[in-house]
């Protein structure tokens, strides 16, 4: 049997490649801490921040 068809991805799957590339490379904790002020590697605040860019960018 063949591989399977790559589907195209949508804006947000992206982001959430995008988020693991950055989990993987440190950038970006693996998990979030809660704390009020959402800390500066927090996962969630990367997520938001890449949908907005790929948003702005299509």
Do not use: F, N
């Amino acid at each position: 049997m063949g591989k399977k068809a790559a589907k195209a991805e949508t804006p947000k799957q992206q982001a959430k490649a995008h988020v693991r590339k950055l989990i993987k490379k440190g950038k970006v904790k693996s998990k979030c801490c809660q704390s009020k002020p959402r800390c500066k590697k927090c996962p969630i605040r990367a997520l938001k921040k890449a949908q907005k860019d790929l948003a702005r960018a299509a």
